[in-house]
């Protein structure tokens, strides 16, 4: 029986598993998916916004800024790359530089702190590459950037290494309630717990239907993204945000953290919850609005689009609430939710505590974890020595991304485990540059093959039947 | 300290190294990333290969082998496994293996060999879902032949490139249907004997002036919707088209992998996204050499190991100090020539000139002409982009010029 069941390896999932990790409990993660980190937390904007956004008084407003002020300090603990970079709201018109005054006085309203109006000429030194039209911006010091799905991986991996237990291809479908607590089920496999926190996203209202919670419905709303390869100079340093309209936020240019440019997202709303397809007219979207605010974007250097889905909650702001004892949800967790995730945790930790679950520090907790080696990043001294100690790390398999054999291996054999190619991809960069895997790919699978023991043809893309390749061939016979 | 260090152990390196060691440089360092030389003929083991450079048809590790087995014997030295992460302007070269670490050489002279890449289908921006089962041709090429596994069994092939239409007769081979391949523009990229010989002979669809406009699919590609496109390749409404398939392999085109030569600082051209480089493949950077698929795509690999044993010449020449009366002669394109190989001209010496056309011609004239006057003139039944062609320049005739222009008229 454990104690506090996750349902959901996301951002939110994991930092909740995580922050529950540091007392004595026993704590389980349930996962549908052959990997953490598939849902809305790898597919959005990787923004930590600053807070501006959100109606004072809503629990968006209040842990946005609070997971703002908290992300730095989780993201070093955890290894994970974070930048203060920075957010520039844009406004062509008269009319906009309105809009954002009201969102400099609802980020004041908000404790946001170090919001000013800037005008052209201050603009455009900071950002020589901004389109001429533009005449005004919001400049909000806070806004950080920071890598989403290394973040949720580094949490679940941390809550694990603290002595969590992850479940993958657990796809929630029934709960039942028991004497002290639930049975959560899936098609095959079942758990005890006695109390369930309800990360599933998208998912989240069905999860809440099954101990008989109907009080809100969630709804997908589609966003593609354009991503541009790496660049040795950023054509821009902070965020650029358009002035929200009616029409909702507007498509953003944002440098990532791995200094990419991402282009995006559109915004659809939807009523399948897997289509997760990008559409022509969305890339004309992203390219139109794109042309609209830079004076140039390299649009030849495409590696790779994708599309997310948000989970747009039916009370306008996120869900937080115990609608059983021993049960809460955490639904509707829409952008800025990656912001507020770190705040969300401790949310969670205060309302337990108040459920009356006892919270016992654990004395051997380690709140800390190592950062994937970068061996592109290191010193030629770090690079030696590494390489003495172990060899493999001498060998390059992404040539794109200069990722050795050694940072793969190390991530395979890390908390939480990649069972599949996307998976060494978020951990280590392998598959992530211009060739998009066509080179490393072959190399991925036989290392995946040989730690984990499994057959090189029955390696997946990202579990169930993404197989690579079907079969051997005539000639073939398996490695 | 090395006299010369060649990056890359593909056929332009390994021809680029016996050329100099045949013209009297023997400190020579080839660095390869892979655990074998080779390059990327090692996995194209159909054959088609030599018939200029050698008479006969080999297959691709036959025409390597002939390289290999040469360097083998002259004992030029090289390193396998060894990935070069950065070569500076004054040639110090740093790479990294398992054996030796990270580590440093200084050359006199370098020839940048390493090759080329496939264009990714990210780059396309298609609509729908990202499934597995979609490769570049290439990968698929390495899957079937290097590794003994099939990615699929019904294929749709995005590009007429040569290694599409070598993929579309490799898995029918093994035992695939490859239902279509489709080509965006009015015309194939790849060879026509390719096109006969890998398409026609298995009847297999080539659809010209068509795309992929949706993938479908959740975890393994399920199909994929095609349409016709117009002039400006924008799809047609109402031709659109479903066919059911469990792999999309793309052919898109082959970029030259420069990486390094941008850390060398050495000027690339924006049509070729190779090097520029003069009659010697001298880059921009004094005493680095450029050749192969690294310096422009070719189509035949027996042009490679040409171009490539200019640049090992040159490049003894070069460690040598030996000057030719030097001249500085740049030659330009009328776009319906979209480039030449060298792009400049520096010594007063015959240099066969490369070129690419931008479009299918029938019945052109290729002119060669100082701004003014015609100095030379060739006739051709048909040009077309996939097919590289070439011109020899007798140094007699641009003795007295200051420029050169390569143009192309239709009759
Ligand atoms: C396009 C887009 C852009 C965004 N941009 C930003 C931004 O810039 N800044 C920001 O702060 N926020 C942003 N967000 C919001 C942010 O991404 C989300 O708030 C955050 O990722 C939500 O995390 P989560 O853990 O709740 O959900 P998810 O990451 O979706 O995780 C839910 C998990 O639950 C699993 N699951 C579902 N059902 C079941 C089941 N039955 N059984 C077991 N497991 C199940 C899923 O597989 C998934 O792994 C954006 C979102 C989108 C879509
Ligand atoms: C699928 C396919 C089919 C083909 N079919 C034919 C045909 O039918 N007939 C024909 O004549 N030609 C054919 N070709 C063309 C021929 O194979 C190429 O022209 C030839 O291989 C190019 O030689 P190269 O040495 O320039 O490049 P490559 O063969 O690509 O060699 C480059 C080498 O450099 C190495 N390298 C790159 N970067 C680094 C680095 N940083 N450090 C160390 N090493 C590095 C690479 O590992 C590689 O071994 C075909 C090509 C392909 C891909």
Redesign the pocket.
């Known amino acids: 029986m454990y104690d506090v069941t996750v ?8 930092l909740v598993a995580r922050a529950l990790s540091k007392y004595k409990l026993n704590i389980c993660i ?4 052959n990997d ?14 600053a807070g501006f956004d959100a109606k004072a008084g809503t629990l968006k407003a209040k842990l ?1 800024v609070r997971g703002n002020q908290m992300m730095e300090e989780v993201c070093k603990e955890l290894g994970v790359k974070y930048k203060n970079n920075g957010s520039l709201v844009v406004g062509f018109s008269e009319e906009d530089r309105a809009v954002l005054g009201e969102l400099l006085e609802r980020g004041k309203a908000n404790n946001v702190e170090g919001l000013r109006i800037i005008e052209k000429d201050e603009l455009h030194q900071m950002e020589p590459n901004l389109s001429d039209d533009i005449i005004c911006a919001l400049y909000a010091p806070t806004g950080g950037i920071v890598c ?1 799905y290394t973040l ?1 991986i580094s949490a679940v991996g941390n809550a694990m290494d603290n002595g969590a237990e992850l479940k993958c291809n ?4 029934d709960i039942e309630e028991t004497e002290n607590g639930y049975r959560v089920s ?1 098609e095959n496999d079942s758990v005890t717990t006695r109390y369930i926190i309800n ?6 209202d ?2 809440a239907k099954m101990i008989g919670d109907n009080s809100f419905d969630i709804h997908p ?1 589609r ?1 593609e ?1 354009i991503l541009l390869d790496r660049e040795n100079e950023q054509i821009f340093s902070h965020t650029i945000f358009r002035t929200p309209s009616k029409m909702g936020k507007g498509i953003l240019i944002t440098p990532t953290v791995h200094n990419n440019l991402l282009l ?2 559109t915004s659809y709303d939807m009523t399948d919850k897997d289509d997760k397809d990008t559409t022509a007219v969305g890339f004309e979207a992203i390219l139109n609005s794109t042309k609209e605010t830079a004076k140039s974007v390299p649009i030849n250097k495409t590696i790779t689009s994708f599309c ?4 747009v909650g039916s009370t306008g702001d996120f869900i937080i609430n115990s609608p059983k004892k021993g049960f809460i949800n ?1 639904a509707g ?9 770190p705040a969300i945790a401790e949310y969670i930790e205060e309302m337990l505590k108040e459920d009356g679950l006892e919270l016992i520090l654990k004395p051997e907790y380690n709140p800390t974890r190592k950062p994937y080696y970068a061996f592109h990043e290191a010193s030629a001294e770090e690079k030696n020595a590494i390489i003495k100690e172990n060899p493999a790390y001498g060998r390059i398999v992404c040539r794109c991304e200069g990722i050795t054999e050694g940072e793969i291996v190390d991530a395979i054999r890390r908390n939480p485990q990649p069972r599949d190619l996307d998976g060494v991809k978020r951990r280590t960069r392998a598959q992530m540059g211009r060739c998009q895997g066509g080179f490393c790919g072959p190399y991925v699978i036989e290392i995946l093959s040989k730690e984990l023991d499994i057959p090189y043809e029955n390696i997946t893309k990202f579990g169930g039947e993404s197989l690579i390749n079907v079969e051997i061939t005539k000639g073939g016979q398996s490695q | 300290m090395k006299d010369l260090v060649i990056i890359g152990g593909g056929p332009a390196g390994m021809s680029a190294a016996i050329a100099a060691y045949e013209n009297g440089i023997k400190d020579i360092l080839i660095l390869e990333r892979d655990s074998n030389l080779g390059g990327i003929l090692q996995q194209c083991i159909h054959n088609g290969f030599g018939l200029h450079k050698f008479g006969e048809e080999l297959t691709g590790p036959e025409y390597a082998w002939r390289y290999e087995k040469k360097v083998r014997e002259l004992g030029i030295e090289f390193k396998l496994n060894t990935m070069v992460l950065d070569v500076t302007e004054d040639k110090v070269i740093t790479a990294t293996n398992t054996e030796d670490g990270l580590f440093q050489i200084k050359a006199k002279a370098v020839i940048l060999a390493m090759g080329c890449r496939e264009r990714s289908k990210g780059a396309l921006n298609i609509a729908g879902s990202r499934p597995a089962g979609i490769y570049s041709a290439g990968t698929a090429q390495k899957y079937v032949n290097m590794k003994g596994y099939l990615p699929g069994k019904n294929i749709v092939i995005l590009g007429s490139g040569d290694i599409g239409l070598i993929m579309a007769r490799r898995m029918t081979l093994e035992g695939a249907k490859v239902h279509a391949v489709c080509e965006l523009m009015p015309y194939s990229g790849g060879l026509a004997r390719n096109i006969e010989q890998c398409l026609n002979d298995f009847g297999i669809p080539l659809k010209l002036s068509h795309t992929i406009i949706q993938i479908h699919g959740k975890d393994r590609v399920e199909g994929v919707t095609i349409a016709k496109v117009d002039e400006k390749r924008k799809p047609i409404k109402g031709s659109e088209e479903y066919i059911p398939c469990d792999t999309i392999l793309f052919s898109v085109g082959l970029l030259p992998e420069n990486e390094l030569s941008k850390t060398a600082n050495v000027t690339l051209s924006p049509i070729t996204s190779g090097a520029v480089v003069d009659q010697d493949r001298q880059t921009s950077v004094e005493g680095i050499f450029s050749c192969g698929n690294v310096l422009h795509v070719h189509d035949l690999v027996d042009y490679v190991s040409e171009e490539a044993e200019i640049a090992g010449k040159a490049a003894v020449e070069y460690i040598n100090g030996i000057q030719d009366e030097s001249v500085l002669i740049p030659i330009n394109t009328d776009g319906k020539i979209r480039y030449t190989v060298p792009q400049r001209i520096t010594k007063k010496k015959d240099v066969a000139v490369y070129f690419r056309v931008s479009n299918i011609y029938k019945n052109v004239i290729i002119k060669v002409s100082d701004g003014n006057n015609t100095l030379l003139t060739k006739k051709k039944v048909k040009v077309a982009p996939g097919e590289m062609e070439s011109i020899t320049l007798k140094k007699e005739i641009f003795e007295n010029v200051k420029e050169l222009y390569f143009s192309l008229e239709e009759k």
Do not use: Q
Request: net charge neutral; with cysteine.
């Open positions: 349902i959901g390896a996301g951002v939110v999932g994991g349930l996962e549908s998916e953490v980190a598939m849902g809305a937390s790898k597919a959005n904007s990787a923004i930590v916004h946005n989403p949720t657990f796809k929630v479908t899936s990360c599933a996203g998208i998912y989240s069905e999860i709303r966003g993204y995006g997202p997310g889905l948000r989970s955490v967790i829409e952008s800025p939710g990656l912001s507020s995730s």
